[in-house]
C-alpha cells in the first residue's frame, strides 16, 4: 500500500477523499468545508478564550458550564460540516468502486447544512445588538430575498436551532440512504 492510498484521520482525509472522488460537486464541497470547519474552531476557540479571560479570578459552577457550552456548540456545527468527507473517505477506502451520486448527494448535503447554519444565524439575529447609545439595529432586509429574510426574522432566536438540528439529519439521512447502494 503506497503512501496515499488511505488516511490516517481527520486531517489525511480531507486530501485523501478529494482524490479519490470524480465528483466535482463533492471536490468543491472538500474545499468549502474545510473552510467553514476552520472558521468554527477559529470562532469557538476565540470566543471560550474571551470568555476565560473575562472570568478569571472567579469560581466554577454556572461559568465552567458557560466554557463547555462553547466547545458542545462548536462541536455541534463542525461534525455535521466534517462528516460528508469523513463518510466518503471511509467509502472510498473500504469499496474499490463508488457511485458518484454517493459523493455528490452527500456534498449537496454539506451545502444544505452550511446553509443551515447561515439561515439559524440569520433567525436568531437580535433586533437589536448591543445596549443604550451603542446599540445598532440589524439591518433591514432589501432585495429579492427580503421575504425569506423577514420570515426568519419572525421565528423565535429559541428555535433556530431547529435548522441546524435539521441540516444536520439531512447529511445523515443522505448517507444512510445512499450508502446501501
Known sequence: MG???????????YPYAFRQSDSLLFRSYVVVSAVVAAVVVALAVGGLLVLIGNTTGTGGGSLTLSRTFYVVLALFVFVPV???????????????????????ALAAAGYGFVLSVYVALVASMPPEFGSGSDAVARPE?????????????????????LFVLAGALVVYGVHRRYSSE
Open 3 to 13: 503512501r496515499f492510498d488511505s488516511y490516517s484521520g481527520l486531517l489525511t482525509a
Open 82 to 104: 466534517v462528516a460528508p468527507v469523513l463518510f466518503v473517505a471511509n467509502r472510498h477506502r473500504r469499496e474499490r468502486r463508488v457511485a458518484d451520486r454517493y459523493d455528490a
Open 141 to 161: 432586509p432589501s432585495g429579492a430575498l427580503a421575504p425569506v429574510v423577514e420570515a426568519l426574522y419572525a421565528v423565535p432566536p429559541v428555535a433556530s436551532p
